[in-house]
């Protein structure tokens, strides 16, 4: 069961957007309807802030969206505030034993 | 409001035993099941296994299978991860969490720090 694959990091100025990739496989993000990404600022818990594929918990702004390409998953932030600056790793339902994988994690910088 | 409230950081020697906890509070319904999470220093989320809301299901991370064990007390709300013989590697953060939907983990713990030594 291998790490999904995000690039290491990613930047944008406040205001604009950036969008993170999630690259798995058709047993994972190819075949399931449920990626869900995660915001975790450094010392902190992680904080869902989409679920399947698109969904946003309530609380969760706007700002982010989710969308599924494939293989791929995309999470992007628009209107890039100093608060989003964080750690951001998606994760995958990979049906067979009811296992789950996570993302290898993108650092958000913003500008 | 849903709390995971996880036991305090711990430090052991190599080979020795730990059983860390995660107390759910607010709404504790059995009908949730929990996970953990290990995150070594400086590094990713590692998915290492899930316990189902009746205690009677554990699905672990094949790289996690046999190096712990997860349990419950269901009626006393707590999610346990255990390890019998600890390596200096098992030094990280674990975090539990509560799957609410198929992937959905909505509420963690604070995490546990577990420390290692050889």
């Known amino acids: 069961q291998s790490a999904l694959t995000q690039p290491p990091s990613a930047s944008g100025s406040r205001g604009q957007s950036v969008t993170i990739s999630c690259t798995g496989t058709s047993s994972d993000v190819g075949y399931y309807d449920y990626v869900s990404w995660y915001q975790q600022h450094p010392g902190k818990a992680p904080k869902l802030i989409i679920y399947?594929?698109?969904e946003r918990p309530s609380g969760v702004p706007d700002r982010f969206s989710g969308s599924k390409s494939g293989n791929t998953a995309s999470l992007t932030v628009s209107g890039l505030q100093a608060e989003d600056e964080a750690d951001y790793y998606c994760?995958?339902?990979?049906?067979?034993?009811?296992?789950?994988?996570f993302g290898t994690g993108t650092k958000v910088t913003v500008l | 409001e849903v709390l995971l409230v996880q036991s305090g950081a711990a430090v052991r020697k190599s080979g020795e035993s730990l059983k860390i906890s995660c107390k759910a509070s607010?709404?504790?319904?059995?009908?949730?099941?929990i996970a953990w999470v290990r995150q070594m220093p400086g590094k990713g989320l590692e998915w290492m296994g899930i316990i189902s809301p009746d205690d009677s299901d554990r699905r672990y991370n094949p790289s996690f299978q046999g190096q712990v064990t997860i349990s419950a007390d269901r009626s006393i709300n707590t999610a346990y991860l255990q390890w019998s013989s600890l390596k200096a590697s098992d030094t990280a953060t674990y975090y539990c969490?509560?799957?609410?939907?198929?992937?959905?983990?909505?509420?963690w713990g604070q995490g546990t720090l577990v420390t290692v030594s050889s």
């Open positions: 994760s995958s339902y990979a049906g067979d034993n009811n296992l789950r994988v």
């Open positions: 969490a509560r799957l609410t939907g198929w992937n959905d983990f909505d509420f």
């Open positions: 399947d594929v698109n």
């Open positions: 607010g709404d504790t319904s059995s009908k949730y099941w």
